[in-house]
């Protein structure tokens, strides 16, 4: 595997679900986010994560709960969401901070909330 | 006004044209300039980086900044159907400083063979 992975790529899930979103980087990069992509409106950040650390929240619900577990990966937990919440989620990663103005996207979690 | 102004098309050309994709932007602050472009069902992938006002080429793609203008062009000589993709810009106003990149919608265009 090369570049940014994500899985799953398509999910559907009920508002009472709870499901994760995993993404993976073979890049050796330092840096992760994720992001939100819907229709009709520019990509929206969500978290930051520098070194398995935190470092951006930019006032996600609580229903959204990422978790950074070591450099290259990255989840992100769902749980009681609502179908607004239905968008492609996309994972990206640079090698530090320093460099997040060349971020290497994967290719999205389609996700559908019933 | 929104921070980043994209036109979001869709925009349909005949093969061979060329294309201008545009963005306006009202942060002065702003110094780095990107376009990604994103395949359908794919993410986005860097496709131009230019740092403050000028022009950037490479291939068939220019890249143009406006800074007085707060105006940021994207330019596809003789257009292939490959090019058929959605178009995004981005900016940020400190080299990979605090400050995260701002989107704009992205413009989807069409290249018909």
């Known amino acids: 595997e090369t570049g940014v992975t994500q899985t799953p790529r398509h999910l559907v899930m009920g508002m009472t679900n709870k499901k994760s979103l995993k993404c993976e980087q073979h890049l050796g990069h330092n840096a992760m986010y994720w992001y939100k992509q819907s229709a009709k409106k520019p990509l929206e950040l969500m978290f930051v994560?520098?070194?398995?650390?935190?470092?951006e929240n930019n006032s996600v619900p609580s229903r959204f709960s990422p978790e950074c577990p070591n450099s290259s990966h990255l989840f992100l937990h769902l749980h009681t969401l609502q179908p607004e919440d239905s968008a492609l989620y996309l994972c990206?990663?640079?090698?530090?901070?320093?460099?997040?103005?060349?971020?290497?996207f994967g290719p999205g979690t389609r996700l559908t909330v019933l | 006004q929104k921070e980043v102004e994209q036109d979001p098309g869709p925009l349909s050309v005949p093969e061979g044209a060329i294309v201008s994709l545009n963005c306006t932007y009202s942060n002065s602050a702003f110094q780095y300039f990107m376009w990604y472009r994103q395949y359908s069902r794919k993410g986005p992938e860097l496709l131009m980086y230019?740092?403050?006002?000028g022009n950037k080429e490479d291939g068939r793609f220019t890249a143009q900044v406006d800074k007085s203008s707060k105006y940021i062009s994207l330019f596809i000589r003789d257009s292939q159907p490959s090019d058929s993709a959605t178009y995004l810009c981005?900016?940020?106003?400190?080299?990979?400083?605090?400050?995260?990149?701002?989107f704009g919608k992205g413009t989807k265009l069409t290249v018909n063979p």
């Open positions: 981005a900016m940020g106003d400190t080299q990979g400083g605090s400050e995260k990149l701002v």
């Open positions: 994560y520098s070194l398995e650390e935190r470092v």
């Open positions: 230019t740092y403050s006002s």
């Open positions: 990206a990663s640079s090698q530090d901070l320093r460099g997040r103005d060349e971020q290497f």
